[in-house]
């Protein structure tokens, strides 16, 4: 069974670089079907995409969020990472990783992780 | 502002049938599949159909999924109070960018 796990620290200061890991377990990263990606929840907030990565390495970001976002694999890990650049309070959500079928749907979710932004 | 829109929430009794419905437009529902997802309180969402109508293994048949244009509707029949989440469609748009509608709080009264 695929399970996804968020890790990385809860609190970022204003200005920072956010930084997530999301580690792969039960299949492998590599799998040729499947993009994996991030969304998150601001508090009491809908969804909202981040951005997505293939194993190979090929990445498709939010337009609105393309400027201060890095998304990188490392299939050795099983894991790809986010960095979030300049972040600011309006960046503390729930950051949740998925596996993606293109452009189709986005199973299963992780558990997710809250980062707030806070000096 | 979502770029799909969904009703704030909707309610009803035990056993009844309920529908939520998601608008859009043809740069997103119009061309492309839509899928739901299920977010139980204080949990990550869950897939519950994909491709406008398909459901997940394991999904009871009580979840159905339709779309005409540019709406999808979700519908959920013999509700329970386990039922009782906030439900988001999600598609793919033309400006190369995943959208997902505003949620729907659904309350078993």
């Known amino acids: 069974q695929l399970q996804l796990q968020e890790s990385g620290p809860g609190l970022v200061k204003p200005s920072e670089t956010l930084s997530l890991t999301c580690t792969v377990s039960?299949?492998?990263?590599?799998?040729?079907?499947?993009?994996w990606g991030w969304i998150r929840q601001p508090p009491g907030k809908g969804l909202e995409w981040i951005g997505s990565?293939?194993?190979?390495?090929?990445?498709y970001y939010n337009p609105s969020l393309k400027s201060r976002v890095t998304i990188s694999v490392d299939t050795s890990k099983n894991q790809f990472s986010l960095k979030l650049s300049s972040v600011t309070a309006a960046d503390t959500a729930v950051y949740y990783c998925?596996?993606?079928?293109?452009?189709?749907?986005?199973?299963?979710w992780g558990q997710g992780t809250l980062v707030t932004v806070s000096s | 502002q979502s770029v799909l829109t969904q009703p704030p929430s909707v309610s009803a009794a035990p056993g009844q049938k309920v529908t939520i419905s998601c608008s859009g437009s043809?740069?997103?529902?119009?061309?492309?599949?839509v899928s739901w997802y299920q977010q139980l309180p204080g949990t990550a969402p869950k897939l519950l159909i994909y491709?406008?109508?398909k459901r997940p293994s394991g999904i009871p048949d009580r979840f159905s999924g339709s779309k005409s244009g540019t709406s999808a509707t979700l519908g959920i029949t013999g509700l329970q109070t386990g039922d009782e989440a906030d439900y988001y469609c999600?598609?793919?748009?033309?400006?190369?960018?995943?959208?997902f509608g505003g949620g729907t709080k659904l309350t078993v009264l």
């Open positions: 039960g299949g492998s990263i590599s799998s040729s079907s499947y993009y």
């Open positions: 491709e406008n109508n």
């Open positions: 043809s740069s997103n529902i119009g061309n492309n599949y």
């Open positions: 990565i293939y194993y190979s390495g090929s990445t």
């Open positions: 998925a596996r993606e079928q293109f452009p189709n749907w986005f199973d299963p």
């Open positions: 999600g598609t793919w748009d033309s400006s190369l960018n995943w959208v």
